[in-house]
T-cell receptor, first 117, second 114 residues
Framework: AQKVTQAQTEISVVEKEDVTLDCVYE???????LFWYKQPPSGELVFLIR??????QNEISGRYSWNFQKSTSSFNFTITASQVVDSAVYFC??????????????FGKGTKLTVNP | DVKVTQSSRYLVKRTGEKVFLECVQD?????MFWYRQDPGLGLRLIYF???????EKGDIPEGYSVSREKKERFSLILESASTNQTSMYLC?????????????FGEGSWLTVV
């Protein structure tokens, strides 16, 4: 079965520090997608990135970057020069084929990031 | 922008009550999902639907049912609410077909059962 592990339950940093959120996944599928979502205190999950299993290039978007390593089944997320507004719970997720040709997401348990001023 | 709207943000219900959580999406998505989120457990899938009137059990369907009479609307039903169903409920939707479609979430409904 698919599984996503986010070993860090909570992380606390001081503003401007860099922080990396770890994500390790398990799957038997050869084609799959990985996602990161951000959940601010308001509750809504905000989509950050989607990465397919055939694309191992790192991606950078502003202060955010993602490192996908198939060899270690990891998809880590780094925030550079963290800001207070980055405080949220971050979820890593793995796609899984489901009934009817649909797909569903299997989520990790989330990492709560607190950025202190 | 994709909009997934959950009808109630905060609800307080009594044990044994029948509870309806409504979700509407405006992007003509085939797939719709109900997740439950609890501290330390992450998001767990309750039910999903890939077409009108179709429903599939997720990981924790016990105590819940769903209804999808129209494509844009997916309802979660607690037939007889219990205190262990106090939680945050998240609705989501996505297109059917190509793997890797982004799943969009609503703002969540905080349900307290007393």
């Amino acid at each position: 079965a698919q599984k996503v592990t986010q070993a860090q339950t909570e992380i606390s940093v001081v503003e401007k520090e860099d922080v990396t959120l770890d994500c390790v996944y398990e799957t038997r599928d050869t084609t799959y997608y990985l996602f990161w979502y951000k959940q601010p205190p308001s509750g809504e999950l905000v989509f950050l990135i989607r990465r397919n299993s055939f694309d191992e290039q790192n991606e950078i978007s502003g202060r955010y970057s993602w490192n996908f390593q198939k060899s270690t089944s990891s998809f880590n997320f780094t925030i550079t020069a963290s800001q207070v507004v980055d405080s949220a719970v971050y979820f890593c997720a793995l796609s899984e084929f489901a009934q009817g040709g649909s797909e569903k997401l299997v989520f990790g348990k989330g990492t709560k990031l607190t950025v202190n001023p | 922008d994709v909009k997934v709207t959950q009808s109630s943000r905060y609800l307080v219900k009594r044990t044994g009550e029948k509870v309806f959580l409504e979700c509407v999406q405006d992007m003509d998505h085939e797939n719709m999902f109900w997740y439950r989120q609890d501290p330390g457990l992450g998001l767990r899938l309750i039910y999903f639907s890939y077409d009108v009137k179709m429903k599939e059990k997720g990981d924790i369907p016990e105590g819940y049912s769903v209804s999808r009479e129209k494509k844009e609307r997916f309802s979660l039903i607690l037939e007889s609410a219990s205190t262990n169903q106090t939680s945050m409920y998240l609705c989501a939707s996505s297109f059917l077909g190509i793997l890797g479609n982004t799943i969009y979430f609503g703002e969540g409904s905080w349900l307290t059962v007393v």
